[in-house]
Every structure is written in structure tokens, then in C-alpha cells.
């Protein structure tokens, strides 16, 4: 994936304004006045265990019903569409990486990776596939397409839910605690790849994270304690 150029940014600017997410029973999880990040920019989102940041993450993915306030990529309002509208907008434009990988274990890397060609339409498999060896390749996991994602060690499988994260081409890219399970060496890695991502490619990168090494790498922090927010740092 070659990288692309500052005036062909595909990232999409993050404006958020007025966030409130409740428990069930009433009680306030996060509350957020106002968050702004421009398109291809890359933003940590650190802070103590229960805080409210991994709230942030899927209130951004558009992945929570009891909200309120404006979540905007670009000139789209997340939370004003509908369910269905905002499932669509993630497939088109928000490529997703866990903590815990979330590959089937019977799959290959690059079955998992273009898991999203099964779900488009015709027209759109083939580009997937495409670009899911692509990432492959840029992630260092080419020529692996016989090995099963259990055979793959934690480091290597993480690169793979990124390969997925980015086969559909995604503006951003969300991930939560993504090097929390590996060992110092294939973290730093996958820091580089992430940045990489951000500044190579222009994507809008959003990280929840208690690791230093990569919060210190981002252009952009912030800390979430208790539900509400701490301005961090600008690069």
C-alpha cells in the first residue's frame, strides 16, 4: 500500500461535542464537552482501568445505543443515523482492532483478514482480498496463507486483525489496548505499523492504550478519568 500523499489525505476529521453515555440504571459512564482531532492525525486515549476509555472507543464506532451529544467523522453526524446506517458507515469507513484478536481459529491469515469480502457485495470481494494481502504483506506476514491463525503467535495475530481492520480501505482506524497482550519486542513493532498507518497513509488513527511506548507516539492525548476528560499533549 503505497503511502499517500498530505493533499490526498483519506482520514476523516473527529468533532465531538456534548458526549454523555449512561449505565442501564441512569448512572453516567463518560461525559465529554468536546473532542476535536483533523483528518490523518492520530490521537492516545490513556487513563486508568474502569475510566470510561474504552466507552470513548465504541461511542466513536457508533457501536452504543444510550448517548447523547454529536459524534461527527467528517460531515457525517454518527449518532443522528439510524442502527442500520451506522453499521454501514463502519463496514465503509472504520476499520475495528481488540484487545483480543477476535480471528477464527480455523482460518487462515488471509481468510481472516478478508473475512469482509464475505459480507460485500460482489463487485467489491476481489479488491478486498486484495488489499488484505496487501496489508499482510506491509504488516511482514506475506507467503502465510497455509498456516492457521492458531499457529500464529500473539504479535503476529494482532497484525492480522489489523490486516483486517484495513482490507475495506477504512478513513479510521479505532483500536482498544492493542498491544496489551504482547511482549515488548512485537509491540514496538506494532506501534511502528500503527503509525506508520497514521502518517504514511493519512488515516485517522484513535488508540486506547495504557502503554507509554505507544501514547507517546501519537500526535494527540488525552487522559479520561472517572468519565471525564483531561487534555494531554499535541505533537
Do not use: Y
Amino acid at each position: 500500500m503505497p503511502a499517500t500523499a498530505a493533499s490526498e489525505c483519506p482520514g476523516l476529521a473527529l468533532s465531538v461535542t456534548d458526549l454523555r453515555v449512561a449505565a442501564p440504571g441512569g448512572r453516567l459512564l463518560l461525559s465529554l464537552p468536546g473532542l476535536d482531532l483533523p483528518a490523518g492525525r492520530s490521537l492516545a486515549v490513556r487513563g486508568p482501568s474502569g475510566a470510561g476509555k474504552s466507552t470513548l472507543l465504541h461511542a466513536l464506532a457508533g457501536l452504543l445505543t444510550d448517548v447523547e451529544g454529536a459524534v461527527r467523522w467528517g460531515e457525517t453526524d454518527l449518532l443522528s443515523l439510524t442502527d442500520p446506517a451506522r453499521a454501514a458507515f463502519r463496514r465503509a469507513r472504520v476499520g475495528l482492532v481488540f484487545q483480543d484478536f477476535l480471528l477464527f481459529e480455523e482460518l487462515g491469515a488471509e481468510a481472516n483478514a478478508a473475512l469482509a469480502a464475505g459480507f460485500a457485495p460482489a463487485s467489491q470481494r476481489a479488491a478486498i482480498r486484495q488489499r488484505a494481502r496487501s496489508a499482510l504483506d506491509r504488516l511482514g506476514l506475506g507467503g502465510t496463507s497455509g498456516r492457521l491463525a492458531a499457529s500464529f503467535s500473539d504479535g503476529e495475530r494482532q497484525r492480522i486483525a489489523i490486516a483486517r481492520a484495513l482490507a475495506h480501505d477504512p478513513a479510521v482506524i479505532l483500536a482498544d489496548e492493542p498491544t496489551a497482550s504482547l511482549d515488548r519486542a512485537a509491540a514496538d513493532r506494532l506501534i511502528d505499523d500503527l503509525v506508520a498507518l497514521s502518517r504514511e497513509d493519512g488515516r485517522t488513527l484513535v488508540v486506547v492504550s495504557h502503554d507509554p511506548a505507544l501514547t507517546e507516539r501519537l500526535d494527540q492525548s488525552v487522559e479520561i478519568v472517572d468519565g471525564h476528560l483531561r487534555e494531554g499533549h499535541h505533537a
